[in-house]
């Protein structure tokens, strides 16, 4: 089955624990990016990657690294959090070309304390 | 990237069509035009895209003018289970660099 996974789901962390958020794709698509979702903000887009060892910064970068080692997975790593990157974040990944859709992961919530 | 406007939120009766206008009038001539479903703690989901004139699919309907400086989302006998928020995208390549979802519109399905 075609999808984008996402782990963990759920995480309840504090402040300065680094941690990563690991996101894979089984559809061999070139390009990922990583959302991030508040209320009444929307989505917005934190990096996105259109190929191997290729990522830029999308609208709000701070606080977040990304990596793109091999094509499938496509790491969110925060190297010290803090309550503000409390959040629900989406992984999503798309062929490359244009009109081409996004399909997005199941989200993982964060809680930072 | 072409902005996009939407209304906030509509309402709804179980049986009833639903057409949600999104408004694009910067829309540049490569852009296709994608709608997205989101249930609530869910990923958006692809529900069509279209670039110009009419699209039909299993799920909706997408309306497109001559100038494609709007599109109309078209949802045929609303259930209950519809209810979500529905985002308008316009681009040329969905790939990233700013790919941006704009508020949506909130579709509340009533019995």
């Known amino acids: 089955e075609a999808q984008v996974t996402q782990n963990p789901r759920y995480l309840i962390t504090v402040t300065g624990k680094k941690l990563t958020v690991t996101c894979s794709q089984n559809?061999?698509?070139?390009?990922m990016s990583w959302y991030r979702q508040d209320p009444g903000l929307g989505l917005r887009q934190i990096y996105y990657?259109?190929?191997?060892?290729?990522?830029d910064k999308g609208d709000v970068p701070e606080g977040y690294k990304v990596s793109r080692k091999e094509k499938r997975n496509f790491p969110l790593i925060l190297e010290s959090p803090s309550p503000n990157q409390t959040s629900l974040y989406f992984c999503a990944s798309t062929k490359a070309g244009v009109g081409e859709t996004q399909y997005f992961g199941p989200g993982t919530r964060l809680l930072v304390l | 990237l072409a902005k996009t406007t939407q209304p906030i939120s509509m309402d709804s009766y179980e049986g009833q069509e639903v057409n949600i206008t999104c408004s694009h009038n910067?829309?540049?001539?490569?852009?296709?035009i994608t709608w997205y479903q989101q249930f609530p703690s869910q990923g958006p989901r692809f529900i069509i895209q279209?670039?110009?004139t009419k699209v039909t699919n299993e799920v909706a309907s997408l309306f497109i003018p001559a100038d494609r400086k709007s599109s109309t989302l078209s949802l045929p006998r609303v259930s209950l289970s519809d209810t979500a928020v529905y985002y308008c995208l316009v681009a040329g390549n969905n790939a990233g660099n700013m790919l941006t979802f704009g508020g949506g519109t909130r579709l509340m399905v009533k019995p």
């Open positions: 279209g670039y110009k």
């Open positions: 990657s259109m190929n191997v060892e290729v990522t």
């Open positions: 559809m061999n698509h070139e390009y």
């Open positions: 910067n829309i540049a001539t490569n852009d296709y």
